[in-house]
């Protein structure tokens, strides 16, 4: 099926008429921006939005993009599906950490069918490393962030680019999209930073075990540790499966090491062994 995306420029006063105008095309997702919108309140605008979705016939998701300038995570988990929580996102390493350090704030306001939107996915298109991309991706997962590809990808499906090759195997990364699409629903945080550019993130899965991405955003490789008391293994050993080398790594007792590259990740899933 081919998807199209459809610009409206002016929707206030015209919510039900362009709801069910939606509908009637077969729309399966609504963003919503908030631009020249000064005067009026979001919260009260946004609902009144999310009513006309509701009654157009057709299930919809509604995203909500306001960047994060009238503090959505504090009322929008009742009104849209996802809502943004920075300003647009740039293909950089600086303007993804960006955006990272500010959704990762409200993690207690995610959760099934309302989740942070820290923007799209910038991989492939050319402004980081695969490294970073790897980073950018696991980080996204690990916020249960929706995963919106910002890449051409009719530009993937060639089957001698390099280029290609390397972004697909990052956005079709089935382990790691599991991480992200775990039905807890659960957003990751950080539980070490030592110091600020070396961080251990954990997220909790359904079946009780932990997504842990390691993560070090220093300009030099670095070993980062996760402790398994801080990670929220209560268990002296854990079996630790690597997600990005698709290798089982073993049980590991007490805690766990590896030296991380520059601006990359090591994203793990750990599972508590019963002693």
């Not at 849209?80 to 293909?91: A, H, S, V, Y």
């Not at 590259?261 to 599972?271: D, T």
Request: hydrophobic fraction near 40%; proline fraction near 6%; glycine fraction near 6%.
């Amino acid at each position: 099926e081919s998807l199209h995306e459809i610009r409206v420029v002016q929707a206030y006063g015209h919510e039900d008429q362009d709801a069910k105008t939606y509908a009637a095309w077969g729309v399966d997702y609504v963003k919503v921006d908030w631009c020249n919108a000064q005067g009026i309140d979001a919260p009260t605008q946004y609902a009144r939005i999310r009513d006309a979705l509701a009654h157009a016939g057709r299930p919809i998701v509604f995203s909500i993009c306001e960047w994060g300038s009238n503090q959505p995570w504090n009322w929008a988990p009742p009104v849209g599906n996802l809502w943004r929580t920075t300003d647009d996102i740039w293909d950089s390493f600086d303007s993804m950490v960006a955006n990272v350090d500010l959704n990762m704030q409200y993690w207690h306001s995610a959760g099934p069918g309302h989740w942070n939107d820290p923007d799209m996915l910038e991989v492939g298109n050319g402004g980081m490393t695969p490294t970073e991309y790897r980073a950018h991706f696991s980080l996204w997962a690990e916020m249960a962030a929706p995963l919106i590809a910002g890449k051409d990808v009719r530009a993937l499906l060639d089957p001698t680019s390099r280029e290609a090759q390397s972004t697909r195997s990052i956005l079709l990364n089935k382990e790691v999209i599991a991480v992200d699409q775990d039905s807890l629903g659960a957003q990751g945080m950080v539980v070490e930073d030592y110091p600020p550019e070396l961080q251990v993130w954990v997220k909790p899965l359904a079946d009780g075990s932990k997504a842990v991405v390691l993560f070090n955003r220093a300009s030099v490789a670095s070993p980062i540790t996760a402790d398994w008391d801080r990670v929220g293994i209560k268990t002296k050993a854990a079996q630790v499966r690597d997600l990005w080398a698709h290798k089982d790594l073993g049980i590991v007792e007490r805690r766990f090491t590896a030296t991380v590259p520059s601006h990359g990740v090591v994203m793990l899933r750990v599972k508590p062994v019963a002693e």
